[in-house]
């Protein structure tokens, strides 16, 4: 297993720009994707995006897209999601999430970090 510990989350305005980080630590070695979900007040969690953790693949979810980024530091097992154009919808509670190997899902969770846009 790994462990997970998110942060960066906070308060910005309409059109501003946050950047998450997330740690990971434990069976690093065993790290195969890392990705981002949130979620909002009432809402399922969603996927927002991932990076493969040796590889170049990303993907992101539509509704980010051309606006969030997905960046890694292997070196010090840190995984970031910066996040520009911000939006009062991009609100919610934003968790990164590891994959431990082709196969598995995303099993491994951190306990999140709060992100709160203002109109």
């Known amino acids: 297993q790994v462990q997970l510990v998110e942060s960066g989350g906070g308060l910005v305005q309409t059109g501003g720009s946050l950047r998450l980080s997330c740690s990971a630590s434990g069976a690093t070695y065993r790290l195969y994707a890392m990705g981002w979900f949130r979620q909002a007040p009432g809402k399922d969690r969603e996927f927002v995006g991932q990076t493969s953790w040796r590889g170049l693949s990303t993907s992101y979810a539509d509704s980010v897209k051309g606006r969030f980024t997905i960046s890694r530091d292997n070196a010090k097992n840190t995984v970031y999601l910066q996040m520009n154009s911000l939006q009062p919808e991009d609100t919610a509670v934003y968790y990164c999430?590891?994959?431990?190997?082709?196969?598995?899902?995303?099993?491994?969770w951190g306990q999140g970090t709060q992100v709160t846009v203002t109109s």
């Open positions: 999430a590891a994959r431990l190997g082709v196969f598995a899902t995303f099993d491994n």
